[in-house]
């Protein structure tokens, strides 16, 4: 799936937060999206997934305004893992997975043998499984945010949107996260804080300072040392491993 963000302004009163953002990923292109705090990425993605809506310019899928699609379609194009996840109710582990099948279900239709063989699946893939029957609100941050990803995969969209999905995770999961996400195969735009984990990961990166996309290319172009110092005003050092992967040093 093609996901095409043209020209997004969003203010928050006088306070221009996106200044005219254009961002696009591929079928099955991992983008990554970089910048300081504050810069605009979570409000981006906000309003790829329909949280916001932006003051002017538009968000396509394959081509199709995302304004004109009811919820329940783009629900199945797009899942979504987000930084914060509160639930009012005290739901399972296995009910929050399973909210992940709605988009696919009819009004009251109920939940079968096949959505909840998609929920175990889904639970197994994150290394959740055994927590099933627990209360989603007693996990922990890191538990939680695998959760999430479990829902979002048994929402089985061609398109996932992340924002800073290895937050709460040990750097374990956080590598078991973005290669279960790489694995789908999916179209995944994703905003990422540690650089090396979208040097690893991304196929394209974009760059937000001040809700301006201030330059974009693969993470060999991005991740050079003059961009570092511009963006985020530290040095650094770029090498290259024995297997060709490039990391990034700071001082
Ligand atoms: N509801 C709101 N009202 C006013 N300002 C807001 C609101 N939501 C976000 N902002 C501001 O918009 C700016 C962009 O926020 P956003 O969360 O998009 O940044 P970010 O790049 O994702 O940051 P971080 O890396 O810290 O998560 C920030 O200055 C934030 O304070």
Redesign the pocket.
């Known amino acids: 799936m093609n996901v095409k963000a043209e020209d997004i302004k969003l203010s ?2 006088a ?1 221009a ?1 996106l200044k005219g953002v254009s961002m696009e990923a591929g079928n099955r292109e991992f983008v990554g999206l970089i ?12 309003c790829v997934y329909r949280v916001l809506s932006p003051d002017k310019g538009a968000v396509f899928l394959d081509g199709k305004p995302l304004k004109d699609m009811n919820y329940k379609t783009s629900a199945r194009s797009l899942g979504v893992v987000a ?1 914060h996840n509160y639930y009012n109710f005290d739901f399972s582990v296995r009910e929050v997975v399973l909210m992940g099948r709605s988009p696919h279900k009819k009004a009251l239709e109920r939940d079968n043998a096949e959505d909840y063989a998609i929920v175990a699946e889904a639970l197994k893939t994150v290394g959740m499984a055994e927590f099933a029957d627990r209360s989603f609100s007693t996990l922990s941050g890191g538990e939680q945010q695998r959760v999430i990803l479990a829902r979002a995969l048994a929402q089985q969209t061609p398109c996932l949107i992340l ?2 999905p290895t937050n709460h995770l040990d750097i374990t999961h956080q590598l078991q996260l973005l290669k279960i996400v790489k694995k789908l195969d999916a179209t995944v735009i994703s ?1 990422i ?1 540690d650089l090396n984990i979208a040097a690893m990961f991304c196929d394209r990166i974009y760059v ?1 300072k001040n ?1 301006e996309i201030v330059a974009q290319g693969t993470p060999r172009e991005i991740l050079t040392r003059e961009l570092i110092r511009e963006i985020y005003e530290v040095e650094s050092d770029i090498v290259e491993d024995s297997k060709g992967n490039m990391h990034i040093l700071f001082y």
């Open positions: 928050y009163g306070e937060i910048g300081p705090n504050g810069s605009g990425k979570s409000t981006l993605l906000k930084q924002d800073e905003a804080h937000l809700g």
